[in-house]
C-alpha cells in the first residue's frame, strides 16, 4: 500500500511542499508519491525549479486537468494568480496562453497501476474546472478509490457561465459523497543572512490534515473509504 498525493492546480507549490516536506515525513510513510500538475507554464517551470520538490517520488506535469483532453486556452488573472480555463471567471482578462488539457481519469490509469489499491488525495484547485474532473472520476468510476478531496473551495461560484449547473454540481458531490476539505496555504521567499527560506503561510479555516491522513490510513487498513 502506497499513499498518491495528486495535486491539480501547483501554483507555487505551498500545499504540494506541505504534504511532502512536512505532513508525510511526520507519519513516516515512506512509500510515498507525489503529481503535480499546472496549466500555467511560468508557474510550472518555477515549481519544477524548486529543490526540495526534485526527488525521485515527484512528478510535476504541465498539463490543465479537465474533462475535455487537448488544446485549450487558459486566461490569465492579472495579478498572476488564479489563470482559468473560464473566460467569464471573474478576476481574468482576455489575455490567454495556450495549454494542453489532459482527462484525470484516463492519465491515472494510464500511469498509476496501484491507485484502486493506494490511499489517494486528491488536492484540487483549478479555478472551475473541479465540476468537468468530479464528473470524469464519477463517470470512470474512479471516485469511490479517492480517500480525501481537499483543496481551496468551490470555484464554480466564482464563473457566471457555470452557475447555471452549480445546483447539478453540488448535487454531484453529495450524490457521490464528495467532501472538499479546506486545504490551502500561500508562501513566501524570505532573504536572509543565512540564505534563502521558504515561510509557509496557511489558511485559517484549514482541516488538520495530518489527523486526516492518518485516519485515511487507518479506514484503509479497516476496510473503509472516504474519509
Not at 488573472?77 to 471573474?90: D, E, V, Y
Not at 521558504?198 to 479555516?205: A, L, P, Q, V
Request: with cysteine.
Amino acid at each position: 500500500m502506497r499513499i498518491n498525493y495528486f495535486d491539480l492546480g501547483l501554483y507555487h507549490g505551498t500545499e504540494l511542499t506541505v504534504m511532502a516536506e512536512r505532513i508525510i515525513p511526520e507519519i513516516g510513510f515512506d512509500n510515498f508519491f507525489a503529481y503535480g500538475f499546472e496549466a500555467c507554464r511560468e508557474h510550472y517551470e518555477a515549481v519544477s525549479n524548486i529543490p526540495w520538490l526534485k526527488k525521485d517520488n515527484i512528478k510535476i506535469f504541465n498539463y490543465a486537468v479537465s474533462g475535455k483532453p487537448g488544446n485549450r486556452k487558459l486566461y490569465h488573472a492579472p495579478n498572476n494568480l488564479g489563470h482559468s480555463l473560464f473566460s467569464t471567471k471573474k478576476n481574468v482578462t482576455s489575455e490567454s496562453e495556450d495549454v494542453e488539457s489532459i482527462l484525470f481519469s484516463e492519465w491515472i490509469l494510464d500511469n498509476v497501476p496501484t491507485f484502486k489499491d493506494d490511499i489517494n488525495i486528491i488536492k484540487m484547485n483549478i479555478e472551475g474546472a473541479e465540476y468537468e474532473v468530479f464528473q470524469d472520476l464519477v463517470k470512470s468510476d474512479l471516485v469511490k478509490h479517492v480517500d480525501i478531496f481537499c483543496g481551496a473551495g468551490h470555484d464554480i461560484e466564482k464563473i457566471s457561465e457555470l452557475l447555471p449547473v452549480k445546483g447539478d454540481y453540488y448535487a454531484l458531490l453529495e450524490n457521490n459523497d464528495i467532501f472538499l476539505h479546506k486545504f490551502s496555504a500561500t508562501g513566501r521567499f524570505d532573504s536572509t543572512p543565512e540564505g534563502t527560506t521558504y515561510t509557509i503561510i496557511g489558511h485559517d479555516k484549514n482541516v488538520n490534515m495530518l489527523d486526516l491522513v492518518l485516519s485515511a490510513i487507518d479506514n484503509r487498513i479497516n476496510g473503509e473509504l472516504n474519509v
